[in-house]
């Protein structure tokens, strides 16, 4: 199993340009999540989803976008991108329950500039 | 909302030393995490708490969930180079059901 496939891994923005993170499970989970990490700040919660077509904020949503038409896709959208949305991003997946923990994604470096 | 506080936040050992790395919630914890992070790279699962008193471990990392149920600790005995890297918690206050929220992590580095 490939578990949480995230592309691209690096990506360079200019301010005002927009693009889109993809996050791709094949472990049929139908938790996702979308974390931002900024250096020595942890993770902040971008979006949840519980399942497809359900979708919900979490800490920082301002900036960016999110959609869910199948379990195992969860793109990030950042429109107007700014260079506070400069971060690490990381999307992760859970089956229902908390036991297994969460399975996370290798990343993407964005820098906008 | 619920808070984590991880102390310390850097920590430098000697090879072969033991070291401790500590959380704190700011709310009673339904489930605790940690997490291990090497540079460049994704959060690995290391071990799950949840019931008061809990303790595991995986290979040389103990973890523990105090009574309280509102600190935990994770320890590494006869630390190694391949130990080195970020120590992440994360946690729910809510029957599992929110998402994580994390600490900013302790960064460890193993000297020979």
């Known amino acids: 199993n490939a578990g949480v496939t995230q592309t691209p891994k690096f990506r360079i923005l200019k301010i005002g340009q927009s693009m889109t993170l993809q996050c791709t499970q094949d472990m049929n989970h139908n938790y996702m999540y979308w974390y931002r990490q900024d250096p020595g700040m942890g993770l902040k919660l971008i979006y949840y989803?519980?399942?497809?077509?359900?979708?919900d904020k979490g800490e920082v949503p301002n900036g960016y976008n999110v959609s869910r038409s199948t379990t195992e896709d969860f793109p990030l959208r950042l429109e107007l991108a700014a260079p506070s949305q400069t971060s690490v991003y990381f999307c992760?997946?859970?089956?229902?329950?908390?036991?297994?923990?969460?399975?996370f994604g290798s990343g993407t470096r964005l820098t906008v500039v | 909302s619920q808070e984590l506080e991880q102390s310390p936040q850097s920590l430098i050992v000697q090879e072969g030393k033991n070291l401790t790395i500590n959380c704190t919630s700011s709310k009673t914890l339904y489930g605790l995490y940690w997490y291990k992070q090497k540079y460049g790279e994704g959060l690995i699962f290391l071990m799950m708490?949840?019931?008061?008193?809990e303790e595991k471990s995986h290979e040389k990392i103990t973890a523990k969930l105090d009574e309280k149920k509102q600190q935990s600790s994770l320890h590494i005995t006869a630390s190694q180079p391949s130990h080195a890297g970020i120590y992440l918690c994360g946690a729910d206050s809510n029957s599992g059901n929110t998402p994580l929220v994390f600490g900013k992590g302790t960064r460890l580095s193993v000297i020979a």
């Open positions: 989803s519980v399942g497809a077509g359900i979708t």
């Open positions: 708490l949840q019931k008061g008193g």
């Open positions: 992760a997946s859970r089956p229902p329950g908390g036991a297994s923990g969460y399975t």
